[in-house]
């Protein structure tokens, strides 16, 4: 077997006063330019004036991306503390009030703004992003559609956006409810082919619903710049160790579709709308959800489903060397992901709503540093 299979990785981190706990509404040139020389060439603006974004470079292996996320994290932890400040690595802040951020001033994030208003000023949340090169010759979105039934379980996993302005939403993963109130984001359309994909852009483009130079936000989405398929739907994760993990079974997945002899073939439009379901039961429960994988079977619990991916990826995982990432899921489950230790610290200070809140901001910013 051909054991290349490059990745790369996405991040986006708060920036979070150490003092209030809240979200930097408009950090100074001086807190930028740390985050800038810690982090290096990786480093992105977001939509926000408070939240930035590393780019890695493209690994060959886990231990590489860990030794550089690793690097990342502590680095402008260290830069940040010289402001007093910290960041948080999850899908939304506990203590970010929307109405407080402000925009990022560059022509593309105000272009966003401009067209989709509340929509763009709600977003104040992050992701896990992890792109998978695609052998020349292989079929992106058949791939794609070979990975698509198995995202739910990743979102569910690294769900960590259960707070929404300072209080329980009722959801795992809040940040997935309000990416649906986006166009072109969440599931993918049901595509055969890239041909059909090209199609479909093309439509779009000369309807005037796409500018020429936009893409499309889905979960899992063909990059239009590089020759990846990209993961967007997982929430981002205060443990570098569980992003790893999840960045790590996304890359094996997408190996094993693509040494496929026709992969998505059996991708149908009842998995589609079962998908759909999934990754509902993900947004809201969680690892405690319960998943359809197929017409006509029987519900199976988030532990069933990481033993039927063990058997499914299990001699892939072994090729590329990454046959831990099943131990490190099991070990996220008995360990609880993110959203359920943000609210067991939520309830576990019952003196104040706002002492509530600080203390899941706390937690999050020793996660978040501790790489």
Same mark, same amino acid.
């Given at each position: 077997?051909? %054991?290349?299979?490059?990745?790369?990785?996405?991040?986006?981190?708060?920036?979070?006063?150490?003092?209030?706990?809240?979200?930097?509404?408009?950090? *100074?040139?001086?807190?930028?330019?740390?985050?800038?020389?810690?982090?290096?060439?990786?480093?992105?603006?977001?939509?926000?004036?408070?939240?930035?974004?590393?780019?890695?470079?493209?690994?060959?292996?886990?231990?590489?991306?860990?030794?550089?996320?690793?690097?990342?994290?502590?680095? @402008?932890?260290?830069?940040?503390?010289?402001?007093?400040?910290?960041?948080?690595?999850?899908?939304?802040?506990?203590?970010?009030?929307?109405?407080?951020?402000?925009?990022?001033?560059?022509?593309?994030?105000?272009?966003?703004?401009?067209?989709?208003?509340?929509?763009?000023?709600?977003?104040?949340?992050?992701? /896990?992003?992890?792109?998978?090169?695609?052998?020349?010759?292989?079929?992106?979105?058949?791939?794609?559609?070979?990975? /698509?039934?198995?995202?739910?379980? /990743?979102?569910? @996993?690294?769900?960590? *956006?259960?707070?929404?302005?300072?209080?329980? *939403?009722?959801?795992?993963?809040?940040?997935?409810?309000?990416?649906?109130?986006?166009?072109?984001?969440?599931?993918?359309?049901?595509?055969?082919?890239?041909?059909?994909?090209?199609?479909?852009?093309?439509?779009?483009?000369?309807?005037?619903?796409?500018?020429?130079?936009?893409?499309?936000?889905?979960?899992?989405?063909?990059?239009?710049?590089?020759?990846?398929?990209?993961?967007?739907?997982?929430?981002?994760?205060?443990?570098?160790?569980?992003?790893?993990?999840?960045?790590?079974?996304?890359?094996?997945?997408?190996?094993?579709?693509?040494?496929?002899?026709?992969?998505?073939?059996?991708?149908?439009?009842?998995?589609?709308?079962?998908?759909?379901?999934?990754?509902?039961?993900?947004?809201?429960?969680?690892?405690?959800?319960?998943?359809?994988?197929?017409?006509?079977?029987?519900?199976? *619990?988030?532990?069933?489903?990481?033993?039927?991916?063990?058997?499914?990826?299990?001699?892939?995982? %072994?090729? @590329?060397?990454?046959?831990?990432?099943?131990?490190?899921?099991?070990?996220?489950?008995?360990?609880?992901?993110?959203?359920?230790?943000?609210?067991?610290?939520?309830?576990?200070?019952?003196?104040?709503?706002?002492?509530?809140?600080?203390?899941?901001?706390?937690?999050?910013?020793?996660?978040?540093?501790?790489?």
């Amino acid at each position: 077997m051909d %054991r290349a299979q490059r990745f790369g990785i996405e991040e986006e981190y708060f920036i979070t006063d150490l003092s209030t706990r809240r979200m930097l509404a408009e950090p *100074s040139a001086h807190v930028l330019a740390a985050c800038r020389e810690a982090i290096g060439k990786g480093f992105s603006y977001e939509m926000f004036q408070g939240q930035i974004e590393v780019a890695s470079p493209v690994f060959d292996s886990s231990a590489e991306a860990a030794t550089y996320i690793g690097r990342v994290r502590r680095e @402008l932890s260290q830069a940040l503390a010289g402001h007093r400040l910290g960041f948080i690595c999850s899908g939304a802040h506990p203590l970010a009030d929307w109405q407080a951020q402000r925009a990022t001033p560059q022509v593309h994030f105000q272009r966003l703004f401009d067209e989709f208003q509340i929509v763009a000023q709600r977003s104040v949340l992050s992701g /896990l992003h992890v792109h998978a090169e695609i052998p020349v010759g292989v079929d992106r979105i058949a791939v794609l559609n070979e990975v /698509l039934p198995w995202l739910p379980m /990743l979102l569910a @996993l690294s769900v960590s *956006s259960p707070l929404w302005q300072g209080r329980p *939403s009722g959801y795992c993963s809040y940040r997935q409810v309000l990416c649906d109130e986006w166009p072109r984001m969440g599931i993918p359309e049901y595509l055969s082919d890239e041909p059909g994909f090209e199609r479909y852009l093309s439509v779009l483009r000369r309807s005037g619903a796409l500018a020429s130079d936009a893409n499309i936000w889905w979960g899992c989405r063909p990059s239009l710049s590089y020759p990846t398929l990209e993961l967007r739907m997982t929430d981002a994760c205060p443990r570098l160790s569980d992003a790893l993990a999840l960045a790590g079974l996304f890359r094996v997945m997408i190996k094993h579709a693509c040494q496929m002899p026709a992969p998505g073939s059996h991708y149908s439009v009842e998995h589609h709308w079962l998908l759909k379901e999934n990754r509902i039961q993900a947004r809201r429960w969680g690892c405690a959800g319960r998943f359809v994988l197929a017409p006509n079977t029987e519900p199976v *619990s988030l532990e069933e489903w990481l033993v039927l991916a063990q058997q499914q990826f299990g001699e892939t995982a %072994r090729a @590329l060397d990454e046959e831990g990432v099943f131990a490190q899921a099991r070990q996220m489950l008995r360990n609880g992901t993110s959203a359920e230790r943000q609210l067991r610290a939520f309830s576990a200070q019952a003196s104040s709503a706002l002492v509530s809140r600080q203390a899941v901001a706390d937690l999050l910013l020793e996660e978040s540093r501790d790489a």
